[in-house]
């Protein structure tokens, strides 16, 4: 075969890429394409965070491209048929794809086999090139999937993965039309958060090299740290496809020690809800697990958990960081949900959505489903458990340095007391520009516990 395509969708890497080394296998010269999707836009996912995060994947795969006699091509429009019209231009007899797990990508997937086989061209998807293991390699006995997490994580475990692909040293090009590289405002529109990472494979590598060094060690006593930010912060570039999960496990593992084998079980959760979401599709939008739940309807409330003013300052601290990191810590994450789901007693959905509008690691897999799995109509095997604010802020925050961070108005208050400000005097509290709590934790609680029905 003279020609093959390699169509880049959330691997944006030349390190252990199967799509990539797959084309170049089969063809002696590759199209490395990129589609900036307009389905993207029409389905509301393009967001300024990812834009610029993207914009910068772009580049930088561009650019290791070009060492390699190479470049990116890019085409704009509907992916399916701008593909298809390169594979025609070129006379390319395959076009190769990473596999997914969306209802999105699977969608996709579906189209762009028929269109492909209709012109009389192949397609190869490749598995593990998003996850370590592929939705639906490991399945419980007489069900298409696993529904919870442990026994899941032991088939995984027991996975034989992959072996790593190492970086192709040239990349043969053909003669073909490509739009220039796009910008992140011709992406989306608006501004993005002020302290965005910067994205690309190269970018991943060096946070990847230095988190090893540092962080790697001490990752099974530390990742819950709120003040410490001790977690890898490596979820864009895995989204993205900058680092390979296939890599990372296979270089955890052989670094042994607790904290890698932490840090490879965080790997496996986010496995675990690609085959949730590849088996149940439209648990993106509805209950995985109904409890007939009938969400409050507050936009008052509803906006200050947004904007970061609840009068709760562990939780005004990680809406905070979200707007202003496109990135929020995980443990934020999940105190911050259930907050919203169980103490306002609001819809995951809505939530979830302000979460993919800013998080630059936006995935509707893991978003989704660790919503669900914190509101409680998920794969959480207590669906009624609440995290406290009060509680976690104590336990995961206990100075106060947190909060202090992310919420200045209070930085005047030291230690533990920064936690729980309205217990000041009156006088005293009238010194810090910080709102009352918009509810009661009792309240909030017990209005949870009737509308589920639990005693």
């Not at 298409?144 to 995984?156: G, I, K």
């Not at 340095?401 to 930085?411: G, H, S």
């Amino acid at each position: 075969m003279d020609v093959s395509v390699a169509l880049f969708t959330s691997d944006l890497r030349l390190r252990d890429n199967p799509v990539l080394a797959g084309a170049l296998r089969a063809a002696r010269a590759v199209v490395p394409l990129f589609v900036v999707d307009s389905g993207v836009a029409a389905a509301g996912f393009a967001v300024p965070n990812r834009a610029a995060f993207l914009a910068d994947c772009l580049a930088d795969l561009d650019e290791a491209l070009r060492e390699r006699d190479g470049r990116l091509v890019v085409r704009r429009g509907d992916v399916v048929e701008e593909t298809c019209r390169v594979a025609a231009e070129t006379g390319a007899g395959e076009v190769h794809l990473a596999g997914g797990a969306s209802g999105f990508a699977l969608r996709r997937e579906e189209r762009l086999r028929a269109a492909l086989t209709a012109d009389g061209r192949g397609l190869r998807v490749h598995d593990a090139v998003v996850t370590a293991v592929p939705p639906g390699a490991v399945l419980p006995t007489g069900r298409d999937h696993y529904a919870v997490f442990t026994p899941y994580f032991r088939r995984w475990s027991a996975e034989a993965l992959r072996d790593v692909v190492a970086a192709p040293r040239a990349v043969p090009v053909p003669e073909v039309r490509s739009e220039p590289l796009p910008r992140a405002a011709s992406l989306a529109r608006g501004e993005p958060s002020p302290a965005l990472p910067e994205g690309g494979e190269r970018a991943g590598r060096r946070r990847l090299d230095a988190w090893r060094r540092t962080g790697l060690t001490d990752y099974a006593d530390r990742h819950d740290d709120l003040p410490g930010d001790a977690t890898s912060r490596l979820s864009p570039y895995l989204h993205f496809g900058c680092l390979s999960p296939v890599e990372l496990v296979t270089r955890a593992r052989q670094a042994g020690g607790a904290g890698a084998e932490a840090f490879v079980r965080q790997l496996a959760w986010r496995d675990f809800h690609h085959q949730l979401l590849a088996a149940r599709p439209d648990a993106a939008r509805h209950d995985y697990r109904t409890r007939h739940d009938h969400w409050r309807q507050d936009a008052e409330e509803l906006a200050a958990w947004r904007e970061g003013r609840t009068g709760y300052p562990v939780v005004d601290a990680a809406m905070r960081q979200l707007a202003h990191e496109g990135w929020m810590h995980n443990r934020a994450r999940l105190l911050s949900a259930s907050f919203l789901t169980k103490t306002l007693y609001l819809d995951w959905r809505a939530g979830a959505r302000h979460f993919l509008d800013l998080l630059v690691d936006g995935d509707i897999a893991n978003n989704q489903l660790n919503w669900q799995w914190v509101a409680g109509t998920g794969s959480d095997t207590r669906p009624n458990r609440v995290l406290n604010p009060l509680a976690q802020a104590k336990r995961f925050d206990p100075t106060g340095e947190y909060v202090r961070r992310w919420v200045p108005e209070l930085a005047g208050l030291e230690g533990a007391a920064v936690h729980h400000p309205w217990r000041l005097r009156a006088a005293e509290r009238a010194r810090y520009a910080y709102p009352e709590p918009i509810v009661d934790l009792d309240d909030g609680l017990a209005r949870f516990r009737r509308a589920r029905g639990v005693d």
